[in-house]
Each structure stands twice: as C-alpha cells, then as structure tokens.
C-alpha cells in the first residue's frame, strides 16, 4: 500500500482563509497530502488587510510541534512568517533534531503595500537561523532584497544577479519569485545545485492574489512530499514545477469566487469545484 504523505504547516492563522493556515490546507488538500498545522500566531484581517497580529508563545509553538511529532510522521514541512528570534530558534532547535525530508520556508517579511512586516532582529533570525535549515526558500524580489540588504531589482537582469548571494545563504533550491516586476509576464527564477532556470508564466488580470505566497510554498511543500525516496536528481525540480502551475490555475479560476472586497483568495479547488 502506498502510504499518503503528511505535510506541516507552521504558519498564522487567517480568518479569511485566502492565507496562512487555512490556505495551505486547502492546498495540501488540493493536492492530495495530509495537511497538520503548527498555530504561531492569531491575526485580525480580511481580505483588505490586516489590522492586528496575536503571536503565540514560543513555549507554545515548541509544545505543539514537539507533540504533533511525537505521533504524526511528518514528510515535509512550510514554514511561514516568523516574526521573532525566539521562534525562530524553537522551530530549527525542534526540526533540526526530527528533521523531515523537506523544509520549505517563505521567508515573510514585506507586504504588499511594501512595508515591512518583521523588525531587523526577526529579518536575522529567518536569515541566519531558518534559511539555512530550509531545502527550498521562496522569496519575492522585496524579501530578496531584504534577506541581501540589497535594493530590489528592476530588470530580469538585476534580478538574475541576486540568485548567487541567496544561494550562498545556505538553502539548496531558490524560487526567486519575479510577480513585482512590470510588464506581460512575471517569471519566476529557480536556482538549484545543478545550475538555475527560468520558470515562464504569463500576467494574469486579477486582484485575487491574497495568500499567492502562502499557496505556493505549501504547494512546493505538497509535491516535494509526494516524491519517491529513490526519485532522481531532477525531480524537485519538476516538483517545483508543478506546483507553480498549479497555483497559475488557481489564479486564472480566482475569478469564479466571492470572497470579499478587498484582495480575493485563489482558487485553491479549482479542479474539483
């Protein structure tokens, strides 16, 4: 029998569903793993914006993954905002000594609008404590920049010119995520041990990008935790693939929801409702 595979989510909580938690469930759920959550923090905010933040207690947050990892066998884990060292530090000290086979970090630290979400301490923390655990880190070109103490770049070009300073910060694979540039298209940019890509897409008409970041890193999480322990070299990449085609989708489908006046949700069930 072909086990099912569980996948973690450290993470906020939404109470709008478009992010945090509540999407990657519905991520994971979507694409066909278990889903399990690890809760660090409560948030106040719909889909125009948020208007407060709750953090947990990292004695909490080590309680809870200490004791979810005690029963469930976790094959991948996405980690979400950390807004504190002391977080930070709990969840490498609890995942580095159970260690899945994949960590996917969205290292969350600028909003939409460009502010920015974590104070210099937090920034150091995902940078020097979390970065380096994680397998797969997926920035957008503000965090990039962030993470490098760096301006954003402007050009395909600029952004390309990044890639070997986040490699250099200790994570295997990057998704250097290229939606803040202008024009048509907005490529994403994938480093690997074998070299880099580009991974096309086109400009979708929406403003149902609501959780877009979330969606993705637990959707990478899903598929990394599908694959084979005897998969070959190439397949994270074709994971990471597919997992960004599935969240084009569900942004081309977002139209068919409701959610809101603000920043709408993806459709994370697209293929099903």
Not at 15 to 30: H, R
Not at 47 to 58: L, Q, R
Not at 224 to 245: F, R, T
Request: charged share 20%.
């Amino acid at each position: 029998m072909t086990h099912i595979a569980n996948v973690l989510t450290i993470a906020g909580s939404d109470p709008s569903g478009g992010a945090g938690i509540q999407a990657d469930l519905k991520t994971f759920s979507a694409l066909g793993v278990y889903g399990t959550t690890v809760i660090t923090a409560l948030t106040v905010q719909n889909t125009g914006g948020v208007a407060a933040v709750y953090p947990v207690s990292p004695q909490a947050i080590r309680e809870q993954l200490e004791h979810l990892l005690d029963d469930v066998r976790v094959d991948a884990v996405k980690i979400g905002m950390v807004a504190s060292r002391d977080v930070a530090e709990v969840i490498a000290d609890v995942l580095s000594t159970r260690r899945p086979r994949w960590i996917v970090l969205d290292p969350v630290m600028v909003a939409k609008s460009g502010d920015i979400l974590v104070d210099d301490a937090g920034i150091r923390a995902v940078r020097d404590i979390l970065v380096p655990l994680a397998d797969v880190i997926t920035p957008n070109i503000p965090e990039a920049a962030v993470l490098l103490g760096t301006a954003s770049p402007t050009t395909l070009d600029e952004m390309e010119a990044m890639l070997p300073g986040l490699s250099q910060l200790g994570t295997p694979y990057v998704v250097l995520k290229g939606g803040h540039l202008r024009g048509e298209t907005c490529p994403d940019l994938l480093a690997s041990p074998g070299g880099h890509s580009w991974l096309p897409a086109s400009r979708i008409a929406t403003k149902n990008l609501h959780g877009t970041g979330c969606a993705l890193s637990s959707a990478i999480a899903a598929c990394l935790a599908k694959l084979p322990q005897d998969a070959a070299a190439e397949a994270p990449i074709a994971a990471i693939s597919e997992a960004k085609q599935w969240l084009h989708t569900a942004l081309e489908e977002s139209e068919r929801l409701s959610v809101g006046k603000g920043r709408g949700p993806v459709h994370h069930f697209h293929a099903w409702w």
